[in-house]
């Protein structure tokens, strides 16, 4: 399993996981706010790639790949 000191850490926000999922901004925002709940954030902080890759079950790396198009 790839640790964070091989992945760049990057700031998600709602337009990504829409991108990402294929779906809605408001269905976006509404994952967005799970994510922050799952992790006791509140609704000012930021939600970081790896965090929201382990949300969904997926690997990082594989979380940067579909982002990136590639």
Do not use: C, P, W
């Amino acid at each position: 399993m790839a640790t964070t000191t091989d992945i760049a850490l990057r700031i998600i926000d709602a337009r990504d996981l829409a991108d990402l999922t294929k779906s809605s901004m408001s269905t976006a925002y509404t994952l967005l706010k799970s994510i922050r709940k799952h992790y006791g954030k509140e609704s000012h902080q930021l939600v970081l790639n790896t965090e929201a890759a382990a949300y969904l079950g997926i690997e990082v790396r594989a979380f940067e790949r579909i982002l990136n198009g590639v």
